[in-house]
């Protein structure tokens, strides 16, 4: 075992750990947002179409996202002065406790 090679062992386990973490948070997006959305079901289908879930850009970068599953999303969020946004109240409730979350994660 080469000088390094546990420190580069935990940090792979770290970003795997962080990973998990921001799949958590994706879910726990989804279900405020379909929990929460302002609009009246007509079909369903846009309540039913929001998603949360984490990309992997590269080996050091993680996006974690929430959207729409519909092509009129874009105008539940923009539409009506935002009377019917979900995606961007939904982060802006969570936002904090997103990042204290990873920045405890990341303390140890």
Not at 32 to 60: C, F, M, S
Not at 72 to 87: M, P, Q, R, S
Request: hydrophobic share 35%; no cysteine; net charge negative.
């Amino acid at each position: 075992m080469a000088l390094g090679d546990k420190t580069r062992e935990k940090i792979e386990r770290k970003k795997a750990g962080l990973y998990a973490l921001l799949l958590d948070w994706a879910g726990n997006l989804e279900a405020y947002a379909k929990e929460n959305a302002p609009w009246t079901d007509r079909t369903g289908n846009a309540r039913q179409g929001l998603h949360g879930g984490v990309d992997i850009n590269g080996k050091d970068s993680y996006t974690l996202y929430l959207s729409h599953g519909v092509e009129y999303g874009i105008w539940l969020e923009l539409a009506h002065d935002g009377n019917y946004a979900i995606v961007g109240p939904t982060i802006d409730a969570h936002l904090q406790r997103i990042k204290e979350t990873i920045k405890e994660y990341w303390r140890d």
